[in-house]
């Protein structure tokens, strides 16, 4: 069954960037792995939306999507919203044409793939009919693919690798002049250490093969998966750290995580709640070298029940607070 990526983050096809954003949040610390160690079902629905995410969170990718559904993949081969686009496309190499895909190609009833070549090309002296066979020309270049994936903030703090699975449609030439043919591939990708949010990594060669053998490049794009605890703040990270609020009025050392371990920092008395505390090099690594920063944001618990002996000195406390007033 085809996926709904509107329908798996809970919002509607009108929603904004923002509205997609929020939703993604919210269900990515719901279904994260390191929430629910362990729980498969939880770790297939993070990766489904972590996928949702991807396209919807792109414009480019929503457009194909909303264009032609599940075929939205294949359709990118195509140029901006479906489109084959070619300088010096005209019969005499200098005009320009321009074919759009009918909206409601590769949605439901059958066509698919073969839909869209048939709205691109149908009447423009392709199949032998003694004109320029566009769709021959088309499909026997190679061409560039783009996947995304998601990667978690502490393999982007050491670097990782990955196996990345997409697909490919190959051509090659018969007697019956270009065929094409959907291809899966596998490539394992280096993630380098720092790797910013969003960048692209290129392997050469990987992308959907033209014909004579030659094919276009991969282009992988990488994106930080949401954390649990951390949060991205530029290149810095942030975090919440629990502090009891008798040591915060008097003062002393906090265990703070990070990617890595936890880190002891000290903390003057009187410390308020919702005070941020910078911890220089505990973050997340960066291509350049080193480590970004950490800010360790307070928040001051209270006891929920007392002991009658914590009661009898917080009593004493409040006697002599009013007292100095």
């Known amino acids: 069954m085809a996926k709904d990526y509107y329908q798996l983050l809970g919002v509607p096809r009108s929603a904004d960037e923002k509205q997609i954003k929020s939703a993604y949040r919210k269900l990515a610390r719901k279904y994260h792995p390191d929430v629910n160690p362990g729980d498969k079902k939880a770790e297939e629905r993070f990766k489904e939306v972590s996928e949702a995410h991807n396209v919807l969170a792109d414009a480019e990718k929503r457009k194909l999507y909303d264009q032609f559904g599940?075929?939205?993949?294949?359709?990118q081969h195509f140029g901006p919203a479906g489109a084959y686009a070619g300088?010096?496309?005209?019969?005499?190499?200098?005009?320009?044409?321009?074919?759009?895909?009918?909206?409601?190609?590769?949605?439901?009833?059958?066509?698919?793939?073969?839909?869209?070549?048939?709205?691109?090309?149908?009447?423009?002296?392709?199949?032998?009919?003694?004109?320029?066979?566009?769709?021959?020309?088309?499909?026997?270049?190679?061409?560039?693919?783009?996947?995304?994936?998601?990667?978690?903030?502490?393999e982007i703090d050491k670097g990782t690798k990955r196996t990345v699975a997409y697909q490919t449609v190959d051509a090659s030439r018969t007697r019956q002049g270009v065929v094409t043919t959907p291809t899966t591939k596998r490539v394992e990708v280096t993630i380098p250490a720092g790797i910013g949010d969003g960048k692209k990594l290129r392997v050469g060669g990987k992308g959907a093969g033209g014909v004579g053998g030659k094919a276009g490049d991969l282009y992988v794009t990488v994106r930080w998966a949401a954390h649990p605890q951390f949060k991205v703040s530029g290149e810095n990270l942030e975090v919440e750290v629990p502090v009891p609020?008798?040591?915060?009025?008097?003062?002393?050392?906090?265990?703070?995580?990070?990617?890595?371990?936890?880190?002891?920092?000290k903390i003057p008395e009187g410390t308020q709640s919702g005070q941020t505390f910078r911890l220089a090099g505990q973050g997340i690594a960066k291509m350049s070298g080193g480590r970004s920063d950490l800010f360790a944001r307070i928040k001051i618990t209270v006891p929920k029940k007392l002991t009658e002996k914590q009661r009898e000195l917080l009593q004493s406390l409040a006697s002599l607070q009013e007292q100095a007033i």
């Open 70 to 75: 599940e075929q939205w993949e294949q359709a």
């Open 87 to 154: 300088p010096g496309a005209g019969p005499s190499g200098g005009g320009h044409f321009e074919f759009r895909v009918d909206p409601t190609a590769g949605r439901g009833g059958g066509g698919g793939f073969e839909t869209i070549f048939q709205n691109l090309f149908t009447g423009f002296g392709g199949g032998g009919q003694g004109g320029i066979d566009f769709e021959e020309i088309q499909m026997s270049q190679p061409r560039d693919v783009e996947k995304t994936i998601e990667v978690p903030l502490a």
């Open 245 to 265: 609020f008798h040591l915060a009025a008097l003062g002393g050392e906090i265990s703070v995580p990070t990617l890595r371990s936890k880190v002891t920092m």
